[in-house]
């Protein structure tokens, strides 16, 4: 079977040998050696100063929302997984949705403004699919309505904007470092700031919000992560710039070989440097999107809809906003495998059946 995703796994002794340290100290979680250890390679292979490792890639977007006493309204996108709305609900914030752009995917910058009420205090954007979204534009709208930026950079690690990483745009940005992403530690996810003033708060917002053992300073979460997390890390990091070029790999032949004169995919933004993240698929209409996926099943092959739904249209959001953009989008949008080791054959063959299954 080839599913959408498979995760790289690194030399097993490696990690054994950072295990086995792990058992010799009986320092298992808390803020230990290799987390620090990973923080501070981290910090230096992206060139940012403040960086704090966590459990997962959703909890870093509520430790943000908390951090920047973000409240009332936030401006965020519906073309996104569901972790970036339920982080704003979760945080008791509402969600306001405005429509994305239909060529880059991302939050539309030229839309956001006429939903800034007197209720928002901030913009929760996504870098879908690892593509920058327009940050100088939301940079201009934040400071003219004095509101903070979070970017949702999940899919954004080891992506480059004008010689800058992605994720050192924004007041905070949140990565995570799932099992299926570019760089992974199995679950963790992480914050990147900008601010030295924050580096205590989140240090202790992931903590509980306490120093020690007796210090208590305000109501934290449990946001840490462990050794083994970290360790997992420190094996992989080494091999990320070896897994975006074999990425790309694949990324290519799927460029040579699919049909362009009925398929689209997003338009990238300049002046960047990219990790391959996904390969997403815009088709002619859901209709054909199924066709697809029922011959890839028949073959054992299973891509994704992702984003689907898009999110302004779950239930459960308390407004209903209309999108007509992402909504679009996401009908008809389906991400193909891409993963380290996948066979150029393969490729070829997934090609063969998308190209081959575009009527209607």
């Not at 992974?184 to 992480?190: F, V």
């Not at 420190?234 to 990324?251: D, G, W, Y």
Request: aromatic residues 10%.
């Amino acid at each position: 079977m080839i599913n959408v995703t498979k995760t790289f796994l690194p030399d097993q002794e490696k990690y054994l040998q950072y295990v086995r340290e792990i058992w010799e100290r009986g320092y298992l979680t808390n803020n230990g050696p290799l987390l620090k250890q990973l923080e501070s390679e981290l910090k230096e292979y992206l060139g940012v100063d403040y960086l704090y490792f966590c459990g997962n890639g959703t909890i870093v977007l509520q430790i943000a929302i908390k951090a920047l006493e973000i409240t009332g309204e936030v401006i965020t996108t519906p073309f996104s997984y569901c972790a970036t709305s339920n982080a704003i609900l979760w945080e008791h914030c509402t969600p306001i949705f405005v429509d994305i752009d239909p060529k880059t995917f991302n939050i539309n910058p030229d839309l956001i403004e006429a939903s800034i009420t007197s209720s928002t205090t901030a913009i929760l954007a996504t870098h879908v699919y690892g593509n920058p979204c327009d940050v100088e534009k939301i940079e201009q709208i934040a400071k003219k309505h004095n509101l903070k930026v979070v970017y949702d950079a999940a899919h954004a690690f080891g992506v480059k904007y004008k010689n800058r990483s992605l994720l050192s745009f924004g007041d905070l940005s949140t990565c995570s470092f799932h099992a299926t992403k570019v760089f992974h530690t199995i679950e963790g996810g992480a914050l990147v700031s900008n601010h030295p003033e924050l580096d205590n708060k989140l240090n202790l917002l992931r903590a509980f919000g306490h120093k020690g053992d007796e210090s208590y300073q305000f109501a934290g979460i449990n946001g840490k992560n462990s050794e083994f997390h970290a360790a997992m890390g420190l094996c992989t990091l080494p091999h990320v710039p070896e897994i975006i070029s074999a990425r790309k790999e694949v990324f290519d032949v799927y460029d040579d070989l699919l049909n362009w004169e009925i398929l689209e995919k997003p338009v990238m933004a300049e002046d960047i440097e990219y990790n391959y993240a996904y390969y997403p698929l815009v088709f002619p209409s859901e209709e054909i999107l199924k066709n697809v996926m029922e011959a890839l099943r028949l073959e054992d092959i299973i891509p994704r809809r992702y984003f689907y739904p898009s999110l302004n249209t779950l239930s459960f959001m308390p407004r209903q906003i209309s999108c007509p953009v992402s909504e679009n989008i996401s009908e008809r949008v389906l991400c193909l495998p891409l993963y380290v080791g996948l066979p150029l054959a393969d490729v070829e063959r997934i090609s063969t059946i998308v190209n081959s299954n575009l009527l209607p």
